[in-house]
């Protein structure tokens, strides 16, 4: 697993802990494109664009070292397991390298144990089969810590290569003791992932030093650009209003 501190932290290493987001519903191609173009040119680690956007962003990042990933199961993780196996394949077949699936919660939450394991085990063996990662999502908001703390040791039980916060559509997102509980209760092998509310480069420093070492996004320019103009001792960019609105 990556060691990283916000304190030696490169530009490069920086750029590929961000997952740069496109999942808000009413997105169009266009938007998708401009977002993928923007991905390209800051070299994030990937896109995480909705299963039906997969195919255009394979294709407009074809040249780029930008990898595609998707949501299965997103946002309710209430799919069968059935269906989120068949989503991962079909995503995979459309380019997808890595897949952030929701965890089902209504299952976690009912102490239904075996059933949680089984379905993120059913996604991460389809996509290990074919060289693909798998992030799972626990939608921190509604469960208590220890069901998050449950959450990490079935999903490290079953394969996963990062847990992950949430998803951004609920009603909070990820939080620095979340993230230090998580980090806390899986192995070096598991990664970290944070999503919702990492709008700032001051919050993105904050949840690497926390132990994360991939991030969702959405004010990407900003944050990078930003720690350019850190480094080259200028002042950071005024906080956009209108962001609180974004999830990721």
């Known amino acids: 697993m990556p060691t990283l501190s916000s304190k030696t ?9 961000i997952d740069h987001s496109l ?5 169009t191609e266009a938007d998708v494109l401009a977002g993928c173009e923007l991905a390209a040119r800051y070299h994030v680690a990937t896109v995480c664009v909705k299963p039906c956007d997969v195919k255009l962003a394979k294709a407009a990042l074809r040249y780029s070292d930008v990898l595609v990933s998707t949501v299965v199961g997103f946002p309710h993780g209430s799919n069968v397991t059935a269906i989120k196996v068949a989503e991962a394949q079909q995503a995979m077949d459309d380019g997808a390298l890595e897949l952030d699936m929701v965890l089902n919660i209504g299952q976690l939450r009912s102490g239904k144990q075996d059933y949680v394991r ?7 063996d389809a996509a290990h089969r074919r060289g693909v990662k798998v992030k799972v999502i626990f939608e921190n908001a509604y469960l208590t810590d220890e069901e998050k703390i449950i959450a990490c040791k079935l999903s490290e039980a079953a394969g996963a290569d990062w847990v992950k916060t949430s998803t951004g559509f609920a009603a909070g997102g990820a939080t620095l003791e979340d993230l230090r509980l998580m980090r806390a209760n899986v192995s070096e092998h598991v990664q ?3 999503a919702g509310g990492v709008r700032t ?8 030093d926390a132990g994360v070492t991939r991030s969702g996004a959405t004010a ?17 960019a005024e906080p956009n209003p209108d962001s609180a609105s974004e999830s990721y």
């Open 9 to 17: 932290i490169t530009y490069e290493q920086l750029a590929k802990v």
């Open 23 to 27: 999942l808000r519903p009413e997105l």
């Open 118 to 124: 089984q379905d993120i085990q059913a996604v991460c």
């Open 192 to 194: 970290v992932k944070a």
């Open 201 to 208: 480069l001051a919050a993105l420093l904050d949840v690497i």
């Open 220 to 236: 990407t320019a900003t944050i990078l650009d930003d720690f350019k103009r850190m480094k080259e001792g200028e002042p950071l």
